[in-house]
């Protein structure tokens, strides 16, 4: 038998409503004995009204007997359990009883979120109805639709399951649904990173994987190649934020026969550099090592200043190449003598070997938020255009990149642009929708509208409020029952008004004691404020680059604000001599990449500044729904 989902319990519409509570109660506190006196007391109060709603939409159409009732389902490989689902002719129905007299925005982004994530990633949902419910059990008077979600006194619950099923279709099979390996979420970055490493095979997604095949499969061929033609190439991989540039990086660094340690004979050598400390950080806390994820700039300091140390490996994997350090940063970082950038002299190292060699950049779209950052791809176009034999590399990447290297030798391979996130789930629009948001001029609010509610649609909640406290207050009963979720604190590093008003610790003095693999991964019980769950460490721009949360609790700054429809950055806090060469491009990048970090949400407080009040009224305009008193 194949192994099943956990679950409290399970039976047909019948079965449960006859069977007695005590019955019913034991067998949930058998799933699951750790469960909290709260909960026992919920499921005593609320199993006996389930069984009567149940009771009488039999009443009404026996026919519906056979359907099934599943209490407590526990997400497969999460912790997530919805108080119930109900496997309906029609569909699937997602039961959350709250002892309240009303939903309130919590509540409704929680059974969104069970439905999106149901019906994207369970295979017994697909080409079904998946029905998300509210049931406040103290609500009184008529139901409502809000936000895709039902919202249902506990007197007329048995009149909407009745709603929902179809006679004409026949039930989901209960031990289809049950089956543990029926559920394939989306993973974060981490969780995909520690199943490559440990199980040594590509995560096993119910759909994000197809995203990043297409690529991986792209560069393994050109690495192939390159080494059967001893010849040397540059690859660029292109995309989004979110799409899985660097997930694409991570599988054909670690994928079998890319390292001699592999045993596969031949094998050439790889690494994976990363500029990004944070990400860096977290993967090496993760995985518990630091050999599959390795700091550029430690890289680099071993070879630069040893001219005659040929590399080990043959292929270079650059994560983030867009951000790579002009000359003069790598100078001051790097302290390299001479007037070489990062690009330059990772191709200089590459030529090196005497046999063969591929440096794989993986490019995103405006993420350059250091100083020394701006050159973009226009540094490895020098790069190549500098070195002594420059026909002597082949350069690959997606068309849109070709007129960059012109005069060079460019193949074009569309494969090498992810075009699509799968970061914020199925949430597809939200770059483009963020990107609009942040133009100097940005987009009219009304052309936005309908943008942000397709994104709701989809299950990604856009949420703002101009008070902190119901922002954390949200945030934290929104994921209550979801403990190994991560929501946290973000706010842009070149704001200076945020800490003083508002207590939000995102200056330099503040930030650099974060520890971001604990910050990342760590439960609220491993030390207070270790955590990003507790909402009280913030990071910056700089922290989340490259990473990702469930959800972001954005302090907007007064370092970009809206200013007679334009955005300004003249607030902002000072760079010290000489400065970037457009300061405003990187704060609408550090921007970018904070509403860009969330999977499940972005919650946006906007202090009660008079400054901001254009900025918070535009928002609104553009989708982003108060939160509820």
Not at 8 to 31: E, H, I, N, P, Y
């Amino acid at each position: 038998m194949q192994p099943e989902a956990r679950r409290g319990w399970d039976s047909s519409f019948v079965d449960f409503s006859a069977v007695t509570k005590s019955r019913v109660l034991q067998a949930l506190r058998a799933s699951y004995p750790d469960s909290s006196p709260a909960e026992d007391r919920s499921w005593t109060v609320n199993i006996p009204l389930l069984q009567a709603e149940v009771r009488e939409s039999m009443q009404a159409d026996q026919s519906i007997q056979t359907c099934t009732a599943v209490l407590e389902y526990q997400l497969p490989m999460e912790l997530r359990r919805p108080d119930a689902v109900l496997l309906v002719r029609g569909g699937i129905v997602i039961l959350e009883l709250k002892g309240e007299v009303d939903a309130n925005d919590a509540a409704i982004d929680q059974a969104h979120a069970y439905a999106r994530d149901l019906r994207n990633y369970h295979r017994s949902c697909h080409d079904r109805e998946v029905s998300p419910v509210v049931v406040p059990t103290r609500m009184r008077g008529p139901q409502r639709f809000e936000r895709d979600v039902h919202v249902c006194p506990a007197d007329r619950l048995d009149e909407l399951i009745n709603e929902l099923d179809s006679e004409g279709d026949h039930a989901v099979d209960p031990a289809e649904f049950l089956a543990a390996e029926a559920y394939k979420p989306l993973p974060s970055l981490v969780t995909a990173a520690r199943k490559l490493f440990f199980e040594k095979k590509p995560p096993q997604l119910w759909r994000s994987i197809a995203n990043t095949d297409d690529a991986v499969c792209a560069v393994q061929r050109i690495i192939q190649e390159a080494r059967a033609t001893q010849t040397r190439r540059l690859v660029l991989l292109t995309g989004v934020p979110g799409a899985g540039k660097t997930l694409v990086g991570l599988r054909v660094a670690h994928a079998p026969g890319m390292n001699p340690t592999d045993g596969e004979g031949e094998s050439p050598g790889t690494i994976f550099l990363s500029g990004n400390g944070p990400l860096v950080d977290v993967l090496q806390y993760v995985l518990e090592s630091k050999v599959f994820v390795r700091p550029v700039k430690a890289y680099v300091n071993r070879h630069k200043n040893q001219r005659s140390l040929v590399p080990s490996e043959n292929v270079v994997i650059f994560d983030e190449a867009q951000r790579a350090h002009d000359a003069e940063r790598v100078s001051e970082v790097h302290g390299a003598k001479g007037q070489q950038s990062e690009p330059e002299l990772l191709i200089e190292f590459a030529e090196r070997r005497p046999d063969w060699a591929v440096v794989v950049g993986l490019i995103g779209n405006g993420q350059e938020i250091h100083v020394g950052e701006e050159g973009g791809i226009g540094l490895w176009v020098r790069a190549l255009a500098s070195t002594s034999a420059p026909g002597s590399w082949l350069v690959h990447g997606p068309r849109t990149m070709q007129n960059a290297f012109d005069g060079l030798q460019f193949s074009v391979d569309d494969s090498l642009n992810l075009g699509q996130t799968i970061r914020s789930h199925m949430a597809t629009e939200l770059h483009e929708y963020v990107g609009r948001l942040l133009r100097r001029r940005p987009d009219a609010a009304a052309s936005l509208l309908p943008i942000a509610r397709r994104l709701e649609h989809e299950g990604h909640d856009l949420r703002i409020t101009r008070r902190l406290d119901q922002a954390k207050a949200y945030l934290k009963e929104r994921y209550a029952d979801h403990s190994e979720a991560r929501f946290g604190l973000v706010a842009s590093s070149r704001d200076k008004d945020l800490e003083p008003v508002c207590g939000i610790p995102n200056s330099w003095n503040a930030t650099r004691s974060v520890r971001y693999g604990p910050w990342y991964n760590d439960p609220e019980s491993h030390g207070e404020g270790r955590s990003c769950r507790h909402l009280e460490t913030c990071v910056t721009e700089f922290g989340a680059q490259g990473l990702e949360l469930d959800a972001v609790l954005l302090a907007w700054g007064t370092d970009f604000v809206l200013r007679d429809g334009s955005w300004s950055n003249d607030r902002a806090r000072g760079y010290k001599a000489p400065g970037p060469s457009n300061p405003w491009q990187l704060r609408a990048n550090a921007y970018r990449v904070l509403l860009t970090r969330g999977r499940d949400a972005h919650v946006v407080f906007v202090p009660e500044l008079s400054c901001l009040d254009e900025t918070y009224s535009y928002l609104v305009a553009c989708g982003f729904r108060p939160l509820k008193a």
